[in-house]
């Protein structure tokens, strides 16, 4: 996609698609009148016979019948003025990519927005992001992408500000489509192998560290979370690390770690088939972690970051690990294995103590790690629990940044005894209550006392009917909050 900027008169560019933005219930002004006049007033009847009044997510296309350079128009409603943010910008782009997918070569904007900072960097992103489409495994369906133009019309030109914020957009809509991409390809070929191999052509072309730790050397370590949950499976596990060293002398050194379970069948608890269905997306959490890496070295922030992950199939083959299983964890300690299918708080220990081990001062986790949190907060949100509020102040700004919707869930002491086990240190799974916690509770046992945070992207990271904001299948998420919680803004 091509970004370019332009002082044009928006009734003087010619292109498919010419956007216009409205403001709910407010009478239409400034560029959309001068257009509707040139339309003798076409606009303003099909609002509203369309009962169309700025709304989020609503939009109107008309086709100019040549009275103006551009083909169409498309209003796009940007929701209550008093509501505005950069967000409403992202969510402008990706409803605009998808109403012009399949028609628009060149698409032109001229919003009248308020002038600041991140609103080309926005509506790029969206989009960038709105564009998404998975369809590689359609024999006659090509990429509709093509050589596609975006125009900003605008009365300011600021050449320096807008090639930034471009490419920033850029790398971060690139990052995460990269992330939607892994989830969305079939259990069969994104295995724990190819994934680490994927892995390793990040670190190759973003010149990372990368270490690869395979069945032999996982054994060797003492990962016992992530042996025991791989037995029932012929494919091997692998523990993917790559290091992001900046070019200018880090402030911090961080690690973003990843559940990376490539199929997630429940194991011998296995799960029934209308459940297992959609559970390629159980390495979310690594997608994420990938994406961020293939990212930083174009955004260079002063953290040095580790990415982790733990990659493994959860299967029922005939060595699968048990219920009633005790393995040991790489820092020693004890997990008694009530239900095989709560495996990623298991492969996920393992990471964590990897990770306290480098002596890495702050953590934060990504995992698809519970139904429960999908019970709890929806489709839509993902849960934030953690052992520093600080931290969790910074992952939910960033957050709230990237438009991404994440809600704390707290850590409770009264439930904590739910993960208590009669013969080993920890059991894997507490009652039915609060099981979003109890697994948060869980992976706290392996950080001591590092600072970390933990986000349950279970709800969020898949989305299996798509919607406003979403493409269908792998969302990406959390790739976005990542890499401004990285950055810090
Ligand atoms: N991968 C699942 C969690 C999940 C469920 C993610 C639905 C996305 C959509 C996880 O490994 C799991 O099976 N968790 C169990 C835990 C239970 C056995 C305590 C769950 O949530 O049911
Ligand atoms: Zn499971
Ligand atoms: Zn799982």
Redesign the pocket.
Known sequence: MDFKLSKADPLEVKCDVLVFGKFENERIGGLIKGADKALENVLERTFEQEKFKGEMGKSVMINTLGKIQADRILIVGLGKRSKFSLDVLRKVGIHTAKMTCSLSQKTAFALEVAEKRGNFAALSEGMMLGLYNFNKYKTNEKGSEGDRIVEFVTDKLREKMFSGEVEYAKTIAEATNFARDLVNEPPLALTPGRLAEIAAEIAKDGKLGCKILDTKEIEKRGMGGLMAVSKGSDEPPRFIHLTFDPTRAPRKTVAIVGKG?TF?S?GL?I?PSD?MR??K??MSGAACVLGVMKALPKLNPHVRVHGLISATE?MPGGKAYKPDDIIRALDGKTIEVV?T????RIVLADALCYAVQLGIKEIVDLA?????C?VGLGNYTAGLMGNDQSLINRILAAADLAGEKVWQLPLDEELRKEIDSDVADVKN?GSRWG?AIT?AMFLEKFVGDTAWAHIDI??P??VEKGGDWYPKGGTGFGVRTVIRYLLGR
């Open positions: 379970i997630d429940g608890c799960k459940s959609t559970m997306m159980d959860n239900n299918d709560a495996e990623g698809t790690l519970t139904g429960a999908m799974v099981g697994a279970a709800g990271a898949y």
